[in-house]
């Protein structure tokens, strides 16, 4: 008698958690299809080839600042501070780039972002850990604030 109440008590244990998953996964794909149903972000209107380019530089913006952070774990702040530079930073490349946009706004911010890029690779060249994780503070809240603004 006692086996099989704790197998009852297993089974409806079991049931109970998968109904609330289930339950959980339904509000979830809910909220998250509310989520787009309601993104009030500014479309940039990108054509499907920019569109594409511009997502694959995110990703390498993205990529570059984990290998600053990773570098920087290992005291390599010479090595951080090129990344910044090149990977992050206002080239000439990055310039020419941002002017492509139209919309003002957002090539005002992909420019600070890009400025801040290079005061982070000045910050990381100090070798002072606290300069250098406020620059990248800096250069991840201009991520922050485009990503919450606008939308490909």
Known sequence: MKKILIAASAIIGIAGLHAAFAKDETMHQGNHNQMHMTDTRTSLGLPAKMKQ???SNMREHLEAIKSIAGLMSENKFEEASEIAHTRL???????AMCNMFENKSFRALGT???KSGDDLGDALKTKDVNASLRALNKTMQYCVECHATYRQ
């Not at 930073?89 to 310039?95: C, P, V």
């Open 112 to 114: 600070a972002f890009h």
């Open 89 to 95: 930073g206002l080239t000439a490349d990055m310039q």
């Open 53 to 55: 380019h511009q997502l």
